[in-house]
T-cell receptor, first 110, second 113 residues
Framework: EDQVTQSPEALRLQEGESSSLNCSYT??????LFWYRQDPGKGPEFLFT???AGEEKEKERLKATLTKKESFLHITAPKPEDSATYLC???????????FGKGTRLHILP | DTEVTQTPKHLVMGMTNKKSLKCEQH?????MYWYKQKAKKPPELMFV???????INESVPSRFSPECPNSSLLNLHLHALQPEDSALYLC????????????FGQGTRLTVV
């Protein structure tokens, strides 16, 4: 069964304390991996798409990387405004659907 | 412009009411989706429209009725909802299919009383 697992469930960091969020997947024949940021009560905001192992994408303090089994979202010197839930998603193999991970709730303390 | 617009932002309805949620995009995307999201859970897919035809219905109860009048618009008609249907309803669109990134609207916060 295709699965997407994100860890940790929640992460509290001090402002400026860099860390990484993990997304592991079991989908074979990956057709893309998506990262989203979601603020409370709002819709997910698209961040990155990664298609092949070794690929990296960057945006401000965020960098997403992809291996054959997992993706990392690295956050460098985070600020309080980076606090949000970060969702990882992959297309399912059998049907034309996306599988979302449960997300990582990130809280950056000033 | 990567905007998906949803209206209304908030909706309170009684269990006997009929209401509609609306979604609009002008990015030329040919796939549009409805998701339901409960607090602290990931979005759950409800319906997928591809080229204005319903391609996926995730066994959603018939009290939810989707409609795609044209390639830019997506509606969700609500009738005889239950309190447990209270949630954030999200519309999204993507260029062709779910192999490309989807862009989400800000959602409609629905409360059923």
């Amino acid at each position: 069964e295709d699965q997407v697992t994100q860890s940790p469930e929640a992460l509290r960091l001090q402002e400026g304390e860099s860390s990484s969020l993990n997304c592991s997947y079991t989908v074979s024949g990956l057709r893309g991996l998506f990262w989203y940021r979601q603020d409370p009560g709002k819709g997910p905001e698209f961040l990155f798409t990664l298609y092949s192992a070794g690929e990296e994408k960057e945006k401000e303090r965020l960098k997403a990387t992809l291996t054959k089994k997992e993706s990392f979202l690295h956050i460098t010197a985070p600020k309080p405004e980076d606090s949000a839930t970060y969702l990882c998603a992959v297309p399912e193999n059998r049907d034309d659907k996306i599988i979302f991970g449960k997300g990582t709730r990130l809280h950056i303390l000033p | 412009d990567t905007e998906v617009t949803q209206t209304p932002k908030h909706l309170v309805m009684g269990m006997t009411n009929k209401k509609s949620l609306k979604c609009e995009q002008h990015m030329g995307h040919r796939a549009m989706y409805w998701y339901k999201q409960k607090a602290k859970k990931p979005p759950e897919l409800m319906f997928v429209y591809s080229y204005e035809k319903l391609s996926i219905n995730e066994s959603v109860p018939s009290r939810f009725s989707p409609e795609c009048p044209n390639s830019s618009l997506l509606n969700l008609h609500l009738h005889a909802l239950q309190p447990e249907d209270s949630a954030l309803y999200l519309c999204a669109s993507s260029q062709e299919s779910l192999n490309t990134e989807a862009f989400f609207g800000q959602g409609t916060r629905l409360t059923v009383v």
